[in-house]
């Protein structure tokens, strides 16, 4: 499929979630471009040669970033903003598959399935960890003096 | 000590409890009842929670120590609208307490909010149709996948009230809508099955889940994080049971 496509694809999925999950009309559009921005940071990275992993990696780190900037510029919860954004990589597809073989006694899908359902999953959350990570290290003082109780 | 803690305390909790509810994340919650807390005079807080139980325990100093702890409906559905609302609430206590009365206030208002039905779908026939065509489908399967994306949402609430665990309501939900897409398999119709199914499924599938539990394991919140890892798995397998059920019974022609 035209990657041109793809993306379209991609950023109509994460519209429709953000509807389900009742976004803000003023949010719609760029979280939807989050989409969209996480689709084509995946091709490119797969393109490019990245893995799997790699390549969600990216798409995550991407994602994050987005999300963080979004948030600060709308002054709204960065979960809006990632979640929608991460909705074309979410490995939906690959964990039914994973357990579609796992149900049907197929091992040799058990085993592609689940270990690229693994990749994913590991990528993306690795992705916002590291940007979550570096975000809270630059932010200003470290926010948990130490507690003292009478 | 300005306002009573025995006020103050359930008043959180009600806090927390509408958060993780909107689909907040355990550690956003832990974060904002310290910020609360301390709002009120708090010395010392000490506040945890998993994705179904919320305890804090709060030094008000001359107020004395308090402890209060929430046990919280493990099906936690996703509202932006409300999670936003939340937060700007938390916001504005931490700059400027506000009285019980008018914090309650403002948890009611917010608890009042609805996704319009049209916006629900609308969101579950364009995310169905959208993701049939993602995973190869042409405008044929996009279109039946956003027609059976509203009826896995009728299913859905149908059926979510209804149901004691989340396995078996995936279980019902799948065989439904998979007997309905398998049906058109009987028509003449040049449809590729799987592909309006694949769309159907990411509406359902706990793949939002699974990338967040990992993620809370990854930042050390680890009992939320192994239990929604669980719970997706084998969300994933009783889904994966009743797709492969009503595909079964068509296939051995005992529909």
């Known amino acids: ?150 | 000590m300005q306002y009573d803690p025995k006020e103050l305390m359930p008043l959180f909790m009600d806090y927390g409890e509408a958060l993780l509810a909107s689909g907040g994340e355990v550690r956003r919650l832990e974060d904002t009842m310290d910020y609360l807390a301390e709002a009120y005079g708090g010395i010392r807080v000490d506040a945890f929670a998993i994705s179904s139980l919320i305890l804090l325990t709060v030094d008000f100093g001359e107020g004395g120590v308090h402890s209060i702890s929430r046990c919280v409906p493990r099906w936690n559905g996703t509202d932006f609208e409300k999670l936003e609302l939340l937060n700007r609430l938390s916001r504005t206590v931490s700059r400027a307490p506000l009285s019980p009365q008018e914090f309650r206030a403002e948890l009611d208002r917010i608890s009042q909010v609805h996704t319009h039905p049209v916006k629900k779908i609308l969101g579950s026939g364009l995310a169905a149709g959208a993701f049939a065509m993602f995973f190869g489908g042409g405008i044929l399967e996009g279109l039946l996948a956003f027609f059976f994306g509203l009826v896995a949402l009728v299913l859905q609430f149908y059926f979510a009230p209804r149901m004691r665990s989340r396995v078996s309501f995936l279980f019902v939900v799948s065989l439904l809508s998979g007997l309905g897409i398998y049906a058109l398999g009987l028509t003449p119709l040049p449809v590729q099955c799987d592909m309006v199914v694949i769309g159907v499924i990411m509406l359902l599938v706990p793949g939002i889940a699974i990338t967040t539990a990992v993620r809370d394991l990854f930042i050390g919140d680890t009992v939320t994080g192994s239990s929604r890892l669980m719970e997706s798995i084998i969300g994933a397998a009783a889904m994966a049971a009743g797709y492969m059920l009503s595909m079964i019974l068509f296939a051995g022609g005992v529909l």
């Open chain 1, 1 to 150: 499929m035209s990657y041109v496509l793809q993306l379209l694809y991609a950023t109509l999925g994460s519209l429709g979630f953000a509807l389900l999950f009742n976004m803000p009309t003023r949010h719609l559009l760029p979280a939807s471009l989050g989409g969209l921005l996480t689709w084509g940071t995946y091709l490119l990275s797969a393109h490019l040669g990245a893995g799997l992993f790699l390549a969600n990696f990216f798409a995550a780190v991407i994602g994050q970033l987005w999300a963080e900037i979004m948030a600060r510029t709308m002054k709204t919860p960065a979960t809006l903003y990632y979640i929608t954004a991460f909705i074309p990589l979410i490995p939906g597809s690959s964990l039914y598959h994973t357990m579609e073989s796992a149900v049907g006694g197929n091992w040799t899908g058990l085993r592609s399935y689940g270990v690229q359902t693994l990749l994913v999953t590991l990528g993306i959350a690795a992705g916002i960890t590291l940007i979550g990570g570096i975000l809270y290290f630059i932010r200003k003082k470290p926010r948990h003096e130490p507690k003292t109780s009478r």
